[in-house]
């Protein structure tokens, strides 16, 4: 070789040798750059919390790519990273494309505590309690709790209880099981039917009537067998403590078979709320009773009870008779009810009855009898309800203001002083007054009738049978004539008797709804008291002047007649005068003032009345020699007499002195 070519081959070599240096020197270089892209591309991964962020590791799940520390390098568009660290839940998360150079933050969880706990012994009514709250009930307690501290008390009516005090960390799991104390007891069980077989969890104790032994507190089977009665089963509780338990077992009989015999055939039988067979045999109870019923159409409905123990070895008879029907009765307020003049109980009643009329009588003190008539339909339910009325509201029902007398015509008129207080009598003061016109406050408290008129004598005549029959008052009778007016009159109308009379003397029936005399009190309190604001000295009013036609009185026309007369006033009537011969008063009556005095109830009494008492429907029935009179008549001329407390004592009778009636409104 020559030394050019020596020469070319070195400059060769060194040229080649320096172009190997640089494609080195350059892959160096991009090796460097690609890593520091790379890096600089990451993606950041944050571990909360921040105590386990040096513990935490995290692996590529799904994609490619690596990790280097804290950070995920991808070689994919997408990957999917684990990341864990000790003592905490492991979690994944992935990464899209658009994830490069990011930080994530993700927070890991404690992995969970808990408790896996049991007692030894299997007991139905565990009780596990933390903090004072049950947390479960059973032989186990299982359970996911946080970190911490904890006392656990553990309850049963088995065992001592047990105390138990632990603690926590993170994902720590506490196991264990506990032995439980128990304590003896003995078990004592005793049957009240006699020996039969006692058996206690699965020891046999045969033919006998008590059974005993000693057991730990627990709970114990017991089962008991006797020939013809029911098997019977039992759980017994030994509570923890308690040394002996007396169990006092009483066996129900075993069923009967219970047969039935119906007649006629072919009807609908229902036992037991259901239609059933009654061909076929029941096992029932023996001491329960039972009801069957059968119906057939034509035939009666019937219900029959039993008791099957009565039934061994026969048959239970329901025999149909001719048809019924149901009738159910009510009443407001309840009732004693009469059926065809038979107690057949109170309201509300339900009960059968031939298909028949039947009289019926609804009863209650103090309440009107319901009467009424009822026909049962058959196969049906007939219902009947009825509001009874009190004796007071029949009463009040029947207080017309105006009603007649049917026996003899006469115009009844109805008063209701409502509880009216008035002073009856008159001041000393007042012109014309008497001694005997005693000032009493009287409270008129019930409602009372007064005949518009005086009896006349016809309708005395009437009653009595003997006498006139004119349009005139009746007069010249006695006050007992009067008395047994009322009395007869009452009679007649189907009244109960207001007056008893014995002997010389007469008794007041106070509540009697019969005709009587008007009191004192009643008279004097319509003449001057009705709708008035106080009483008035005359039956007009307080004006001493009479009237036009207020009245027969001695007139002017009576001069000559009577010993005396009023000057200046005339009534066309010399003497007596037909009743309703003057316009009637503000009242309503006629004849209160003038034509003839009244009989009034009261027996006369010179004694005066306590002024600070104030006495409820006042009348005297204390017997005396003579009886009181209200009122002038067409002889009084008087300013004495012509008063409405004008009252007078008389023994006998007089041509001037007649009566008007009266009765109790309730």
């Not at 603690?167 to 506490?174: A, E, H, T, Y």
């Not at 010399?574 to 005095?597: H, Q, Y």
């Amino acid at each position: 070789m020559s030394g050019f070519e020596e020469e070319l081959k070195q400059a060769r070599d060194k040229q080649l040798s320096l172009y190997s240096k640089l494609s080195l020197f350059a892959g160096v270089i991009g090796i460097i750059l690609a890593g520091f892209f790379l890096y600089t591309s990451a993606i950041s991964i944050k571990v909360l919390p921040s105590e386990i962020s040096s513990l935490s590791t995290l692996s590529i799940k799904s994609g490619t790519g690596f990790s280097l520390g804290s950070k995920i390098i991808k070689l994919s568009d997408a990957i999917s990273v684990q990341v864990e660290a000790p003592g905490y839940q492991k979690k994944i998360i992935d990464l899209g494309e658009n994830e490069n150079n990011r930080v994530f933050s993700v927070t890991l969880l404690p992995q969970p505590s808990g408790v896996n706990l049991n007692v030894s012994s299997n007991f139905p009514d565990v009780k596990w309690i933390l903090s004072d709250d049950v947390v479960a009930v059973g032989n186990k307690f299982q359970s996911d709790l946080e970190s911490g501290e904890y006392q656990l008390t553990i309850e049963s009516k088995f065992f001592k209880p047990i105390q138990f005090d632990f603690s926590l960390g993170v994902g720590k799991v506490v196991e264990k099981t506990f032995e439980v104390e128990r304590s003896m007891s003995e078990l004592i069980v005793q049957l009240e039917n006699g020996p039969g077989e006692i058996m206690i969890n699965g020891k046999s104790y045969k033919d006998t009537e008590v059974a005993k032994t000693t057991l730990f507190s627990g709970q114990y089977e017991v089962l008991v067998n006797k020939k013809s009665y029911k098997s019977y089963q039992e759980k017994i509780n030994l509570p923890y403590g308690k040394n002996s338990l007396v169990k006092t077992i009483r066996l129900s009989k075993d069923n009967v078979t219970v047969q039935f015999d119906v007649f006629p055939k072919g009807g609908v039988f229902i036992f037991g709320g259901k239609k059933s067979d009654p061909g076929k045999s029941f096992s029932l109870s023996p001491d329960k009773e039972y009801v069957v019923s059968y119906e057939k159409k034509g035939f009666a409905r019937k219900s029959v009870r039993f008791y099957p123990r009565d039934y061994v070895g026969k048959k239970v008879a329901v025999n149909l008779e001719g048809a019924q029907g149901t009738v159910v009765l009510n009443s407001k307020p309840g009732s004693n009810v009469y059926i065809n003049k038979k107690n057949m109980g109170n309201t509300p009643l339900t009960i059968e009855l031939p298909v028949i009329s039947h009289e019926v009588v609804l009863r209650k003190n103090g309440y009107v009898d319901e009467k009424f008539s009822v026909k049962p339909e058959k196969d049906q339910k007939v219902y009947i309800e009825k509001t009874l009325v009190s004796v007071i509201e029949q009463k009040r029902a029947q207080q017309k203001k105006r009603y007649s007398v049917s026996s003899i015509a006469m115009a009844m008129r109805l008063f209701k002083p409502r509880g009216d207080v008035a002073i009856l009598g008159a001041p000393r003061n007042e012109v014309g007054q008497r001694a005997n016109e005693f000032l009493r406050s009287v409270k008129m408290s019930r409602a009372f009738y007064v005949a518009e008129h005086e009896v006349t004598e016809k309708q005395y005549q009437q009653i009595v049978g003997k006498g006139k029959s004119s349009n005139l008052p009746v007069t010249n009778v006695t006050w007992i004539e009067a008395v047994r007016f009322c009395n007869e009159l009452s009679k007649r109308e189907g009244l109960k008797p207001y007056y008893t009379i014995r002997g010389n003397g007469v008794v007041f029936s106070k509540n009697s709804d019969g005709y009587r005399l008007p009191s004192e009190s009643e008279w004097e309190w319509v003449s001057r008291k009705f709708k008035k604001r106080a009483p008035t000295i005359y039956s007009w009013g307080n004006r001493n002047k009479i009237p036009s036609g207020a009245g027969n009185i001695a007139d002017e026309s009576a001069k000559g007649i009577t010993k005396g007369y009023v000057a200046r006033y005339t009534d066309s009537h010399a003497e007596i005068a037909p009743v309703k011969s003057f316009a009637a008063e503000k009242n309503g009556l006629f004849d209160m003032f003038g034509n003839v005095s009244e009989w009034v109830g009261d027996y006369y009494s010179l004694n005066p009345y306590d002024s600070k008492k104030i006495y409820e429907d006042l009348v005297n029935s204390r017997p005396s020699k003579s009886n009181v009179i209200k009122g002038s008549s067409w002889k009084s001329s008087s300013v004495t007499e012509l008063r409405a407390s004008y009252r007078e004592g008389l023994i006998g009778k007089r041509e001037d002195v007649g009566f008007r009636i009266a009765r109790n409104a309730e």
